[in-house]
Structure formats: structure tokens, C-alpha cells
């Protein structure tokens, strides 16, 4: 972890400070949650490259534009990174709708469900895992525009950083039906379903451990394939 003095100055707040305690506590799983990172990452990779080419060969076929879709996010301390997914929208679909997909997004193509429904839209993460910028668990990678209206505390999230799945994620995993209807799903999303979110990313935190979040790796599969 970085000193304490040499995080961005909007993390150095008493909020913050609590979660930071805590980590800093905690070296030898936040090595061994690193190091899982990398030898897993890379062996899942080489293991579900044939399945990624045939997913990216249906996407092509499936609707015109690229097989990856990359947004900026933001990750541990503030940093921005570009996330890979496989493309599941329409060629600009940001241009043409809010940050969030809500139930039953016109934006999305027929593929895209699919691969929704099953989350191997997010396969290319791995690439995201390996490199560092995100990790199988934590907070999910929010986009700039969401993250500069994070309350003081919940900046103690980019402590860690962000991932593929968590308690959270879990919790909110039909999200996209909770938001369709809203008048405004951006506003609906900062206002309501974030500071909820937030709440188990916290406590996520407050309870870190290398084990706790291999279990948490098993709750999502299950979760997954059993909805």
C-alpha cells in the first residue's frame, strides 16, 4: 500500500483513515490476494481462450462494431484505467442512453443478453486482473462521473483494487430491472442503488482477508448459475 502522505489528497480524510488502518494491517493477504491474481488471470486466460474467440466471432456476426468495448473507470486511488469487456450494446449505445443499463435496454443486442445473463461479458477482464488494474474481488470499477460524487468515505473503496465480482455485486446482481422504469437511472443510480452498494463494499474492507474473498469468488459462481 502507499504511505498514508502520498495518497491523492481526497483520500487523506479521517473517513478514510479507518480503512486505511485496517489494511495496512493486513500484508500478508493483500500479497497472497495479489499473487492468486496473477497465476490465476493467466491461467484462466489460456484455459478460456477457445471460448473467448467463439464468443468474439458471435458478437461480430451478431451486430456491427467491435468485439471489445472499453470505457475509462476508476481504480485503486483514483487512478483511471480502460476496462475490456466483450461488446453487449449497440455501436455508441453511451451516446444514446445513460451510464447504466436498466431492464430491457433497447441498446443491447441479442448476443449481449446472453452473455448478460451469464456475466462472460466480463472474460476479458482477466486481462484487467492480470495487468493489475483490477482484481478478481472488490469494488466494481465505477466511471469518473459517478466516483467524483462519492461521499468522503466512500473513497476508502479505491484503498483496494477494483474487481471483477464482490459482496456487492452479489447483492445487486438483477440491478439493471431495479433501475428500468426511472424516470433518470443516472440519478436514481448515485442517489439509491450506490450508497447501498457502498454499504457492503465497506464492510468488505472492515473485514478483509485473503479467504473471505476466495469465498466470495464461490458465492458468485453459484450465484450465477443458480438465480
Do not use: H
Amino acid at each position: 500500500m502507499l504511505q498514508w502522505e502520498k495518497l491523492p489528497e481526497v483520500m487523506q480524510t479521517e473517513p478514510v483513515r479507518e480503512y486505511y488502518e485496517i489494511l495496512s494491517k493486513k500484508k500478508v493477504s493483500l500479497f497472497l490476494k495479489r499473487a492468486f491474481d496473477i497465476v490465476c488471470s493467466l491461467l484462466l486466460l489460456l484455459l478460456l481462450l477457445p471460448v473467448m474467440l467463439v464468443l468474439a466471432l458471435w458478437i461480430k456476426a451478431d451486430s456491427r462494431g467491435p468485439v471489445l468495448f472499453r470505457q475509462e473507470r476508476v481504480t485503486r486511488y483514483g487512478r483511471r484505467f480502460r476496462i475490456f469487456k466483450f461488446r453487449t450494446m449497440i455501436p455508441n449505445a453511451e451516446s444514446v442512453g445513460t451510464q447504466v443499463t436498466v431492464g430491457n435496454d433497447m441498446r443491447v443486442t441479442r448476443a449481449g443478453r446472453f452473455l448478460r445473463k451469464c456475466r462472460l461479458d466480463e472474460l476479458p477482464q482477466l486481462l484487467n486482473v492480470f495487468f493489475g488494474s483490477m482484481s478478481f474481488v472488490g469494488t466494481r470499477p465505477e466511471v469518473v462521473r459517478y466516483v467524483e460524487r462519492y461521499t468522503p468515505e466512500m473513497y476508502a473503496t479505491l484503498l483496494l483494487p477494483a474487481g471483477v465480482t464482490s459482496q456487492a455485486s452479489i447483492r445487486f446482481k438483477d440491478e439493471e430491472k431495479l433501475l428500468s422504469g426511472a424516470d433518470n437511472a443516472d440519478d436514481v443510480y448515485v442517489e439509491k442503488v450506490l450508497p447501498e452498494k457502498m454499504k457492503y463494499n465497506l464492510e468488505s474492507i472492515r473485514k478483509f482477508s485473503f479467504w473471505r474473498e476466495i469465498s466470495t469468488m464461490f458465492q458468485t459462481v453459484f450465484a450465477v448459475f443458480f438465480r
